[in-house]
Each structure stands twice: as C-alpha cells, then as structure tokens.
C-alpha cells in the first residue's frame, strides 16, 4: 500500500495518453489530515524543471495537502509554456479537491525538452481525483515508473504511527540532497519543522550517498506529507530512525533497478580523518568509469580504486593504503595484498572497503558497473 499505509492518505494511478507504450502514468497523492505538515528537498541541479520551481515555492509554508505526478515527460526547458502548464495542473487539482494551488505540490519525470500534452495532463487528473482510494497506493506507484522495471514502495511500523513511500528512478541516480522522484506519507503528529530536519538527516544518509551513475537530474523531489491521522507524535529520534528505515530501503530498491547494471557496489572508506573525506573517497570511486567497468568484467582491479582516491583532497598517505573486493584484501599498504584470485564477482552484491588509516571515520557510497545494456538504454530513451 506504501503511501496510503499510512492514516488519512488516499491514492490513484491513471493513465492518461502520456506515455507511448501506454502505461499509467499520472499518481495523484493526497492527505486528507487533519495536519497538512509537510517538508521537501529538490535537486540542487542549477538547471531545474518547472515543477521543481513551483514546488520549491509552494512548499514554503511547510504544508502540503496533494502531490501530483506525471511520467511521460520532465516539462523541463519547455519555456514559459511549460511553466504555465505546471501552475494550471496545479489549479487543476486544486480545484477538484476544494485547495489552494499553493496546497498542490507537482513532479514530473521523462525526457527534457519535450512540451507535455496539457489537455492530456488534465484530463488525466480529473481521472486520478476519481480515483482516489485509501488502497490506492500500488497504482501511484506503478504511475510514476519511466524506465523502471518495477515499481518501488516501502512501509515501516512505528508505535501507533506508520511511514510509507514510494519512488522512482532507474538512471540519472546521483546524489544532491534528493534523488529521483520519492514521495513519503506518515500519519504521525509532527510540525513541518521537525519533518524538514527528518527529513535532511535521512536523505543525507541515504538517498544522498546512492550515486549509480553520477548524473544528477533537474526533476528530483523527496517530498514528506504528515496526516496527524494517528493523534500520535512520536520520539524524533524513533521517528527519524524509521524514516531513514524508509529513505534507505527505497534507495536500494532504486539501486537494485539501476539501467543494465549487472552488480550493486557498496564502497566503504572506513578510518578516515572526516566523514567528508570518506564520503569523497567514496564517491570519487563510484564516479569511476574505469572502476565500474572493471566490475563489470569481473576483474578486481584495486589499482583504480587507488588512482580515483588520488584524486581527491582527503587526508591519506598514499603509499600507505588497504583495499578489501568482498572481503579479500588484495591491496596492502598500496602494494600487492592477497590473490586477486580469491575474489569472487560472480555474485551481484559486491563490496569494496577502502582504508585510509588517517582517523575513525567511515562512510558508504552504493553505485552499480557499467555495462553495455547502459549505453543501450541511455542511446534510445522511450516511455
């Protein structure tokens, strides 16, 4: 049910003639309260989307009453028509549902620079407000898949609270505070300041460590919606635990569906000097083309894990770092360890460990290979 588990929250996925193969592609959430909390992180991508720039806007209040979604195409570079579009679905939802066009909070996702077919648009929200259902959440979910193979949801049990979400994304998974579309529901008692600072802390922790292939988007929205539904308002730190629960298994779920990948790659640089040098250590790897491939092939080749920690302004000595693929330590103090015929990468779970020797601190990054089914899907992109 993912985002309908939750308590005062109704859902619809329609199809509404964006898409050429003709699937649903239209996801209308709404919270029915009676709190209209509400926190959202966008793309840091200077070069944004409409209904990220409407969103960012109307969210400012720190309520939200609907989100609604469109796959299909991103109505991103599309001109002031296309903004114009963004604000009129908004109105559009509004209207149907007796709010404010500043209650509506709207996402789209698919190729930019494509106009989207507003009489569609329209016509497929008045359909999702019909729609609408308590058991609704599966099918706003299936609408908002692009290139994904499977849709993505998630529910975790608090005490007498419940959070659910669901996400997209399949490509274009890289880090900038959100990623993808993800749009999160929690019938919890909670102020939208307290869901913002939730919100960051689980985001950074998760969502914003998932870097698969290292192209950030202009469409990337996590949005939190808190009904109050359970008259409960829990411990932050249990709330914001389950959240992260959510934000995390979410992103695997993201991770696992990347475009072609053959395996998932987590890497952790442990005994850092700063959780900063380990994150950049981390990304610096998983950004890699020569890494990735590498994996791809199965060949454990720990001197371009070297050569991209290298690149970075982390604190290390360079003659005097370690290097585990799935657990084998094949690099010793950056010179020859254990077989490198001891690792197995026949497994899609892979695990990279990098040792820094410089502090205790530590930090994971997932990514995935590269493969030639990426460049297949990146070459012809359809909907």
């Known amino acids: 049910m993912s985002v309908t588990a939750s308590q005062g929250f109704r859902a619809a996925g329609v199809t509404a003639g964006l898409k050429d193969s003709g699937k649903p592609d239209i996801s209308l959430v709404v919270n029915d309260g009676p709190s209209a909390a509400a926190a959202a992180v966008f793309t840091s991508n200077r070069c944004k989307a409409h209904p990220v720039l409407w969103s960012e806007q109307a969210i400012r209040g720190g309520t939200a009453r609907a989100i609604v979604l469109n796959s299909g195409g991103a109505n991103c570079y599309t001109g002031p028509e296309g903004f114009a579009a963004t604000h009129r679905t908004a109105e559009r939802v509004a209207e149907q549902l007796g709010l404010g066009a500043i209650d509506v909070q709207v996402c789209s996702t698919g190729l930019i620079g494509r106009l989207l077919d ?39 049990q608090g005490d007498g609270w419940v959070i659910g979400g ?22 919890a008692d909670l102020d939208s300041a307290t869901l913002d600072t939730a919100l960051r802390s689980a985001s950074a922790a998760t969502f914003d460590r998932l870097d698969s292939d290292g192209c950030q988007s202009t469409n990337d929205t996590v949005l939190l919606m808190a009904s109050g539904a359970s008259g409960v308002a829990p411990d932050v730190a249990a709330f914001t635990e389950a959240l992260t629960t959510v934000c995390r298994d979410l992103a695997m779920q993201l991770l696992a569906d990347a475009e072609g990948a053959d395996h998932e790659i987590a890497i952790t640089t442990v005994n850092a000097a700063s959780e900063a040098d380990a994150l950049e250590v981390g990304r610096s790897v998983a950004r890699s083309n020569l890494f990735k491939c590498a994996i791809f092939g199965k060949d454990p080749n720990w001197g371009r894990i070297l050569a991209s920690a290298g690149t970075t302004s982390a604190a290390f000595d360079p003659l005097d770092l370690d290097v585990a693929i799935n657990d084998v330590w094949v690099c010793r103090q950056s010179g020859v360890g254990e077989s490198i015929d001891l690792v197995d990468l026949e497994p899609r779970s892979v695990t990279v460990t990098i040792d820094l020797k410089a502090g ?24």
């Open 166 to 187: 669901m996400a997209k994304g399949a490509g274009m998974l890289a880090p900038a505070l959100a990623t993808m579309l993800v749009v999160i529901t929690t019938d």
């Open 118 to 156: 507003e009489p569609k648009v329209l016509a497929g929200v008045d359909a999702a407000v019909a729609a609408l259902s308590p058991e609704g959440g599966s099918d706003a979910a299936t609408a908002i898949m692009t290139t994904d193979t499977v849709s993505k949801q998630s529910v975790v």
């Open 360 to 383: 205790d601190a530590s930090a994971t990054i997932w990514t995935n290979d590269l493969t030639q089914a990426y460049v297949y899907e990146n070459s012809a992109y359809s909907s």
